[in-house]
């Protein structure tokens, strides 16, 4: 039986933080194979890229998640006790619960609510010289996220919880103090949450009927039980969260914008060819967001004439399968267009996770993420004006999530000439 080929450090922890969005591609190509095995954080792990190993990673007969999550991440990212961390009916369960919230109409009261926190914004930006676009993304979707997930938000708390909930994913993939900030802030926002799950089910609180908040307080488990408060919160916040984390994406959006003027151009001329939904499509293709997604192998089994021993854990690369050039012709080029030719399939384009949304881990949140993008490039290209002044637009790759060096910077913001009324 051929091994798996093996990367001969003793461990790899340090090459991976250092480029963690193209250090599994990169091994791969050298090893000339879709998987290597090496040691992260001492433990062996087989890494994998590409649209192969996403279908395998994504059977469930094969994997299992519980005890496959890096500890830094769920002590800060994720929290305990969450969807994540679940397998089989009680994972399917979990997973109807949020899917629940993703219905058309539901996600058109998100836009609504964003639309107006854009508006809102926009007009103070026209008071300033200039802005940290990105910065001030995370206040807009805290205040859209809490509305919309019928979590109360006193007007006092906006800014402590927006640095909570930023924290969370902003910080989560750093080390030292920062690391020890997201762990700080993933126990008062944990704390914050309770609170209102408590509330919620005392009748103090009645959020809508249908928002997350109401359907998270009151879902119960396969038992018939309650979540514990504990739970209902990370589960909250597993809605919460991601949509602040969002600006992440619109940030690319704006990068986009600026660095490719032909396809501003095509989004300022109006969208009666579904222009925007390629161009988003290939921002989430295109920029690094979540690098890989961790399982563990339930029990012994051969792929490829390859063993993989039962416990493994086994990392599948979402950044390079994107950019493999098995599925994508000319991956490092940023190429709207090219999703007018997509197969569709759930296992070549992954930014958000593989495979089926109501079975696998596959993000419930892709529609909101979509949804998200394409109001805020409709804004950016469409209804505002600004001037991009000379800055590092380079991306950082070795953060975690990588990002514009300087966050990108935008003055003279004020209402388009040509805005659509
Ligand atoms: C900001 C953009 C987003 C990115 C890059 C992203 C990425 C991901 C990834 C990579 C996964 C794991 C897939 C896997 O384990 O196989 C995931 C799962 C998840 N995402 Fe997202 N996501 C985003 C937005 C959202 C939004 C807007 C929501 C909800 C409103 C959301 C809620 C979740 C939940 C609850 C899970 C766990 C699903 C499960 O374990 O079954 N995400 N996401």
Request: positive net charge; glycine residues 8%; hydrophobic residues 40%.
């Amino acid at each position: 039986m051929p091994q798996v080929p093996r990367d001969n450090r003793p461990d790899a922890t340090l090459a991976f933080l250092a480029d963690p969005y193209r250090f599994i591609s990169k091994q791969c190509r050298a090893h000339g194979s879709d998987l290597f095995e090496t040691r992260l954080m001492l433990r062996k792990t087989i890494c994998m890229t590409g649209p192969k190993a996403a279908r395998l990673f994504y059977d469930q007969s094969l994997f299992m998640r519980q005890g496959a999550m890096i500890g830094r991440i769920q002590k800060t990212l994720l929290g305990k006790g969450g969807v994540q961390g679940l397998d089989d009916e009680a994972h399917r369960h979990r997973k109807q619960m949020f899917m629940s919230l993703m219905t058309p109409e539901r996600i058109e009261g998100l836009m609504a609510t964003s639309g107006e926190e854009w508006q809102a914004r926009a007009c103070l930006w026209a008071l300033r010289d200039e802005i940290v676009l990105y910065d001030e993304l995370h206040e807009l979707l805290t205040r859209a996220a809490c509305a919309w997930a019928g979590v109360p938000l006193p007007e006092a708390q906006v800014r402590q919880r927006t640095h909570e909930i930023t924290a969370l994913f902003d910080a989560a993939g750093s080390v030292g103090l920062a690391h020890w900030r997201a762990r700080w802030a993933r126990k008062r926002a944990d704390r914050w949450i309770e609170n209102i799950v408590g509330q919620i089910r005392s009748g103090q609180i009645r959020p809508p009927e249908g928002s997350a908040a109401s359907i998270i307080a009151e879902h119960r488990d396969l038992n018939g039980e309650l979540l514990s408060p504990h739970v209902a919160a990370v589960e909250i916040l597993n809605v919460i969260r991601p949509i602040v984390a969002v600006g992440v994406y619109i940030t690319f959006v704006a990068h986009a914008l600026h660095q490719f003027p032909e396809c501003r151009r095509k989004l300022e001329a109006g969208d009666d060819t579904g222009y925007t939904e390629l161009f988003v499509q290939e921002v989430r293709r295109f920029y690094p967001f979540f690098p890989a997604v961790a399982a563990l192998v339930r029990g012994d089994f051969e792929w490829r004439g390859y063993r993989f021993p039962g416990r493994r854990r086994v990392i599948l690369d979402l950044h390079g399968t994107n950019h493999d050039a098995r599925t994508w012709d000319a991956p490092e080029v940023f190429q709207p267009e090219r999703f007018r030719e997509w197969d569709g399939s759930p296992f070549s384009f992954i930014p958000q996770g593989g495979g089926n949304h109501d079975v696998n881990h596959r993000c419930p949140g892709e529609w909101i993420t979509i949804g998200l993008m394409k109001q805020a490039a409709d804004v950016l290209a469409r209804r505002i004006g600004y001037y991009v002044p000379e800055q590092d637009l380079q991306l950082d790759y070795s953060r975690l999530p990588a990002l514009p060096r300087s966050r990108f910077i935008i003055c003279r913001v004020r209402e388009a000439a040509s805005a659509p009324v």
